[in-house]
Nanobody, 113 residues
């Protein structure tokens, strides 16, 4: 059974930091490129960070320099370090195992001004 479980979300003031984790089981984590996505009721889901199997990362422009995606294949875990958070980062954040097409259930991030 496949599980992608996000954690680490919460309420933080603008300028603060959070670290999201995505613990994977039931998939071959190391063969999957992984992504972090976010969605609000007003916007379509967008991919904010992407990491290849060998650790190469890309980001959307709005989070470059503030967010860092990483992975630990030994622990089957994906991370997203989010610094200098802004109110517009408020969203539900999801991880995705891209090659095998699985999604997590999401974790809420709320940034207050």
């Amino acid at each position: 059974q496949v599980h992608l479980v996000e954690s680490g979300g919460g309420l933080v003031q603008a300028g603060g930091s959070l670290r999201l984790s995505c613990a994977a089981s039931g998939i071959i984590f190391s063969i999957n490129a992984m992504g972090w996505y976010r969605q609000t009721p007003e916007k379509q889901r967008e991919r904010v960070a992407f990491i290849t199997t060998d650790g190469t990362a890309t980001y959307i422009d709005s989070v470059k320099g503030r967010f860092t995606v990483s992975r630990d294949n030994a622990k089957n875990t994906l991370y997203l370090q989010m610094n200098s958070l802004k109110p517009e980062d408020t969203a539900t954040y999801y991880c995705r195992a891209i090659n095998q097409g699985y999604w997590g259930q999401g974790t809420q991030v709320t940034v207050s001004s």
